[in-house]
C-alpha cells in the first residue's frame, strides 16, 4: 500500500465494524504482514505498508455461482457498504469479484476497497455495482434467462444500456427498473462521447452521505426482493427419480465411504454431484469438497441447504465438456478450473455416461483428463443396457464403440490400481475405486 492506501487501511483497521464482520467471517482475516520491513525493502520505493490475508481455500467465480450464490454476495456487499458509511468509510470498487465464498459462505475479500469518505463525495462503485451484481440478478429473476454465460462473456458484467435492451415495457412496473435500468441506460447514452463530467458535477452540488445511504438501502430492498422462481430441471430431482433402488444408493454410499477410509484428503472434487448427496459424504472425511453440476437449479438447491453453516463444501455450476476458461488480461485474471488447485480425490457418479454420450468426448480422453488432474478415482461405469444410458442413445445412432467396460477398464488400469470394484442394479452400473500409480 501507498501512504493514502495504508491511511485508509489504519481508518478501516481502527474500527468496531471491521473487527466484528471479521469474527462472524464476513471479511476475510487481515493484518499487516510479520515480514513486512522485509517486503517492503524488497519491493522498493513508494510503498508504506504490506497487508496480508488468510487463503481462501478455492477461487470461485461469479459466472460459477447460482443465482442465490450472487445474490447472497450482493447483499454482503450491500450491508458492508451501509456500515462502512456509518463510519465515514467507503467501497471505491463493488466487483463482484471481490466477494469469494468459504465453502457456503460469501466472505469479502478486498479490505483494499474500504476508503475515507470526502465531503461531497460519490459512490464510484455504483455502476460497477449494477452491472456485475444487480442486472444478472433482475436479468434471471425477471426474465428466466441464466446470467452467467453472460457475464462469461463479458467480464464487467451486463451494461445497462444491454440490459435495457432485454425488458419490455411491462418490466418497467418491475421494483428497480425505471430508476436503476431505464434512467441508467439514459444517462449513459446521453453523457457517454462527450466532455461532460458527471462526477464532479455531483461532488460540487454536495452528494451527501444521508443520499448514498438511501440509494444503498434501496437497492438492497430490491435485490432481496428477487427470487428465482423456476422450480424444475433435467436434473434437480435425480436421486429421487434415477434408476437406482434405496439399496443401490446406500450401497453406493458405503463405496464411497470406505475409499476415503482411513485418508484424510485435503481436497475432494465431486463432477456431477446434483444437489450435493455424495459431497456432503465426501465432507465427512476431506477438508473441503468442491461440488460441480451443470444442473444450475439443482447447484441452487445445494447451495440454499448448506447456506451460511457449511464451510467446506463449495458448490459451483460447471460443465467438464464446457468448462471455464481463462479470461481477462492475457487469460490470466480468471484462471480455469484446474489451474486455481488439484483434487487428492475425484467423485465421478453417474457422470461418464453423460459425457461421453452426451457430450461425444472419447472416453480414453475423458479418463486420460480425470488422471491428469492428479489424485484417486471413485468412479461410475454405467454400461448401454441401463435405463439412463438407453434414454440418451435414444435419439442418437449407436456411434460410441469406445464406450464399452473392457475398454474402460482397460484405460482405468493405466493409470490407475483398481483397489475396489462394486457392481449395483441389476450389474448394469460398476463402481471403481482407482489408486493413482505413482
Known amino acids: 500500500m501507498n501512504e493514502d492506501g495504508l491511511g485508509d487501511w489504519e481508518m478501516l483497521a481502527g474500527s468496531r465494524f471491521f473487527h466484528q464482520r471479521v469474527e462472524a467471517g464476513a471479511i476475510v482475516r487481515t493484518r499487516r504482514a510479520p515480514d513486512e520491513v522485509a517486503l517492503l525493502a524488497e519491493l522498493g520505493g513508494g510503498w508504506a505498508a504490506v497487508v496480508e490475508h488468510?487463503?481462501?481455500?478455492?477461487?470461485?467465480y461469479p459466472y460459477e455461482w447460482t443465482f442465490g450464490m450472487l445474490r447472497d454476495a450482493a447483499l454482503l456487499h450491500l450491508d458492508l457498504l451501509l456500515d462502512a458509511l456509518d463510519r465515514s468509510?467507503?467501497?471505491?470498487?463493488?466487483?463482484?469479484?471481490?466477494?469469494?465464498?468459504?465453502?457456503?459462505?460469501?466472505?469479502?475479500?478486498?479490505?483494499?476497497s474500504f476508503t475515507r469518505l470526502a465531503p461531497g463525495d460519490v459512490w464510484h462503485g455504483y455502476r460497477q455495482f449494477c452491472q456485475s451484481f444487480l442486472f444478472p440478478l433482475m436479468l434471471q429473476a425477471y426474465k428466466d434467462v441464466p446470467f452467467q454465460p453472460w457475464i462469461r462473456g463479458s467480464l464487467e458484467g451486463i451494461d445497462a444500456r444491454?440490459?435495457?435492451?432485454?425488458?419490455?415495457?411491462?418490466?418497467?412496473?418491475?421494483p428497480g427498473v425505471l430508476a436503476h435500468v431505464a434512467l441508467h441506460a439514459k444517462a449513459q447514452r446521453r453523457f457517454e462521447g462527450t466532455s461532460h463530467d458527471v462526477r464532479t458535477e455531483l461532488q460540487h452540488a454536495g452528494f451527501s452521505p444521508s443520499l448514498i445511504k438511501a440509494n444503498v438501502a434501496g437497492l438492497r430492498r430490491i435485490i432481496e426482493g428477487l427470487t428465482w422462481s423456476r422450480r424444475v430441471s433435467p436434473w434437480v430431482r435425480y436421486v429421487e427419480t434415477s434408476t437406482y433402488s434405496g439399496v443401490d444408493l446406500d450401497h453406493k454410499a458405503a463405496f464411497v465411504r470406505e475409499s476415503m477410509k482411513g485418508s484424510s484428503p485435503t481436497w475432494v472434487w465431486d463432477l456431477g454431484a446434483n444437489t450435493g448427496h455424495f459431497a456432503r459424504i465426501a465432507a465427512e472425511h476431506a477438508r473441503h469438497v468442491l461440488a460441480v453440476d451443470t444442473d444450475a437449479l439443482a447447484v441452487d438447491r445445494m447451495y440454499r441447504d448448506l447456506r451460511g453453516d457449511t464451510t467446506n463444501i463449495l458448490p459451483i455450476i460447471g460443465n467438464v465438456t464446457d468448462p471455464s476458461p481463462?479470461?481477462?488480461?492475457?487469460?490470466?485474471?480468471?484462471l480455469p478450473l484446474a489451474d486455481r488447485g488439484r483434487p487428492d480425490l475425484t467423485l465421478c457418479l453417474a457422470l461418464l455416461h453423460h459425457v461421453v454420450i452426451d457430450g461425444n468426448v472419447p472416453l480414453d480422453d475423458f479418463v486420460d483428463w480425470i488422471a491428469a488432474l492428479g489424485g484417486d478415482v471413485v468412479v461410475e461405469f454405467v454400461t448401454k443396457a441401463d435405463p439412463m444410458a438407453r434414454r440418451l442413445?435414444?435419439?442418437?445412432?449407436?456411434?460410441?464403440?469406445?464406450?464399452?467396460?473392457?475398454?474402460?477398464?482397460?484405460?482405468?488400469g493405466v493409470h490407475y490400481e483398481v483397489a475396489a470394484r462394486q457392481t449395483l442394479h441389476d450389474g448394469t452400473r460398476v463402481l471403481y475405486h482407482g489408486v493413482r500409480r505413482r
Open 393 to 412: 442413445l435414444r435419439h442418437k445412432d449407436d456411434q460410441y464403440s469406445d464406450y464399452d467396460q473392457t475398454l474402460f477398464e482397460a484405460r482405468l
Open 326 to 334: 481463462g479470461l481477462g488480461w492475457r487469460g490470466a485474471e480468471r
Open 89 to 112: 468509510l467507503i467501497l471505491k470498487d463493488s466487483s463482484a469479484y471481490n466477494v469469494q465464498f468459504v465453502g457456503a459462505r460469501p466472505v469479502f475479500i478486498d479490505t483494499a
Open 54 to 60: 488468510d487463503p481462501i481455500p478455492f477461487i470461485s
Open 162 to 174: 444491454d440490459m435495457h435492451a432485454l425488458l419490455s415495457a411491462r418490466d418497467l412496473l418491475r
